[in-house]
């Protein structure tokens, strides 16, 4: 009779999988991807390194799974912000939950900024790489909702809303690569504040017009 | 006699540096650096591939140096747009000169999109990904100077330079990413003047005020 993996086996392998994330999601805190080793993780998590690699055949296996572990928790925290309240008609207007979900995503970032240095620039393998690619996407996605919703309701000007979205994210997570990379020449609390006022700035100015832009 | 190197065998191995990299350059800008392989690249120089080994040890090495040859030429052509004339003193104000290297940025990542998408968005070994970072931070300098400057002779609003020019690198190429990876969706021209419009209005516009952003 051939090998059948039972409900049990499965449950038993995902709480070993989420046991191995949550500690190396832990270890990233502590010392990025470029710091992470399966040797000290395996340890943390007290299994065999050979179990690990079961799980994740190679490190950029297991690095891809942690960039998408710990981004579904910021894609989380900054949905719950633009999302609108479908219950009431009085919600925040879309720019104001827009300022929210940028303001959180930051104050998050600065932190954990070893975290959040490894999700948004530290160089990593390829995988990784298309990775933070599928996730800025979903980033978008969400941000380009709450633009559109801005835009029937009057609250913010007409605009592309795919490319402004898409620029929101870029130029958010630019934005922090100045304070975390050079902690000592930023105050955290102007940074934040700067970033999502450059941000909001972007999306709710009246047009500049110059004819260059249209050659 | 210990071997030196005379100045003709240096003039010959920049030479032949040069020819790999421009050839390499021709090479990326139809296959990305995903298609980048030595063999056909050296095929492309009339080299032996293991003369290409001697310049550049590994694939790695050798997409980096492509990277750095490609944006410099980007680099130089931004440079050019937002460096003040300093023979004049009727030169454009700040924010003319930013529209101006931002829409050229831009025009030239849509008119060779292979290039533009491995530059800024491929997938790509960890020293590539270093190497973006290093030059966007060289992007950001710029920025920041004319920036600076803007406020300076009161043509741009007070702001944190620092943080709007690293803003101004990330929102620009994030935003083309869309047209880059979606061209059917995107008119190449419309794309242009809104991710310019965009960063414009983010260093221009009067402050955007929301008391969540102060929290």
Redesign the interface.
């Known amino acids: 009779m051939a090998y059948r993996e039972t409900s049990r086996v499965r449950e038993r392998k995902q709480a070993t999988r989420t046991n191995i994330l949550t500690n190396a999601l832990a270890l990233l805190n502590e010392v990025g991807f470029g710091g992470l080793q399966m040797a000290t993780l395996a340890q943390r998590c007290s299994v065999a390194t050979g179990t690990l690699y079961r799980y994740f055949p190679s490190k950029e296996d297991l690095c891809t799974a942690v960039f998408e572990h710990a981004t579904e928790i910021e894609i989380a925290q900054v949905q719950q912000h633009l999302e609108a309240p479908e219950t009431s008609a009085d919600g925040l207007p879309a ?2 939950r827009i ?2 979900a940028l ?1 959180t995503f930051a104050k998050r970032a600065l932190r954990a900024p070893v975290t959040a240095w490894a999700l948004i ?7 990784v ?2 990775a933070r ?1 599928r996730y ?1 996407e979903r980033y ?1 996605g969400l941000f380009a909702q709450a633009i559109q919703q801005g835009i029937r309701d009057k609250t913010l000007p007409p ?2 809303s ?3 979205s ?10 922090l ?3 975390l990379a050079h902690k000592s ?2 105050d955290p609390n ?19 017009t ?1 004819s ?4």
Chains 1, 2 share one sequence.
Request: proline share 5%; charged share 20%.
């Open positions: 720019a104001d300022a929210d303001t620039a530290e160089p990593v393998e390829p995988a790489v298309a690619l800025r978008a605009q592309d795919a490319l402004s898409r620029a929101l994210v870029g130029a958010i997570a630019e934005a690569i100045g304070p020449e930023f102007q940074a934040i504040t700067n970033s999502v006022r450059f941000c909001l700035q972007a999306i709710t100015a009246s047009s500049y110059d260059d832009t249209k050659g």
